[in-house]
T-cell receptor
Framework: DAGVIQSPRHEVTEMGQEVTLRCKPI?????LFWYRQTMMRGLELLIY????????DSGMPEDRFSAKMPNASFSTLKIQPSEPRDSAVYFC?????????FGNGTRLTVT | AQSVTQLGSHVSVSEGALVLLRCNYS??????LFWYVQYPNQGLQLLLK????ATLVKGINGFEAEFKKSETSFHLTKPSAHMSDAAEYFC?????????????WGLGTSLAVNP
């Protein structure tokens, strides 16, 4: 079991650029979550999917953020255009029942 | 609405001493409760969870937590701290009902272990 795989591990981009974060969940897990972690706000749930269908996207900050899950083995989180305040660590997590398994995150820096 | 409060954003103990990290929650329904640990530059890892049944829950790395409904608490303990326990610890609660898997997270407690 390779765990939840996120790419890239680090992303540095300039304000206004499009950023795409990728996640491969653990095979067989039917829930997938995108979180953002910052020192100021802690861990924030952005969106989560069940069986590839978005269930709750109320945490998505604004229209610049979008997430897709085209199949059970892949999800993306896109920010377009990116802003400096989007700098954070973004985590993907997958789960089957009650426990979540987190990836190692993508550290995004927007300059 | 559900909420989680972790008392003490920073806790420091000596190696071999008791570890006690406090978590209080509020929930209008029977909660599912979780403790996760985060090591530097890594994602969160499940330490233990309470869903139903026995209120004293044992987890990995010698940690345990007790669900006390009357006190709305789910404190995390370990009898003897090890240097490798230094990390950030997060308490979380969910309604655990139906397809709702949304977790409400505490702000975390940073544990330092001194030699």
């Amino acid at each position: 079991d390779a765990g939840v795989i996120q790419s890239p591990r680090h992303e540095v981009t300039e304000m206004g650029q499009e950023v795409t974060l990728r996640c491969k969940p653990i095979s067989g897990h039917d829930y997938l979550f995108w979180y953002r972690q910052t020192m100021m706000r802690g861990l924030e749930l952005l969106i989560y999917f069940n069986n590839n269908v978005p269930i709750d996207d109320s945490g998505m900050p604004e229209d610049r953020f979008s997430a897709k899950m085209p199949n059970a083995s892949f999800s993306t989180l896109k920010i377009q255009p990116s802003e400096p305040r989007d700098s954070a660590v973004y985590f993907c997590a997958s789960g089957l029942r009650t426990a979540l398994h987190f990836g190692n995150g993508t550290r995004l820096t927007v300059t | 609405a559900q909420s989680v409060t972790q008392l003490g954003s920073h806790v420091s103990v000596s190696e071999g001493a008791l570890v006690l990290l406090r978590c209080n929650y509020s929930s209008s329904v029977p909660p599912y409760l979780f403790w996760y640990v985060q090591y530097p530059n890594q994602g969160l890892q499940l330490l233990l969870k309470y869903t139903t049944g026995a209120t004293l829950v044992k987890g990995i790395n010698g940690f345990e937590a007790e669900f006390k409904k009357s006190e709305t608490s789910f404190h995390l303990t370990k009898p003897s701290a090890h240097m490798s326990d230094a990390a950030e610890y997060f308490c979380a609660v969910s309604e655990g009902a139906g397809n709702n898997r949304k977790l409400i997270w505490g702000l975390g407690t940073s544990l330092a272990v001194n030699p």
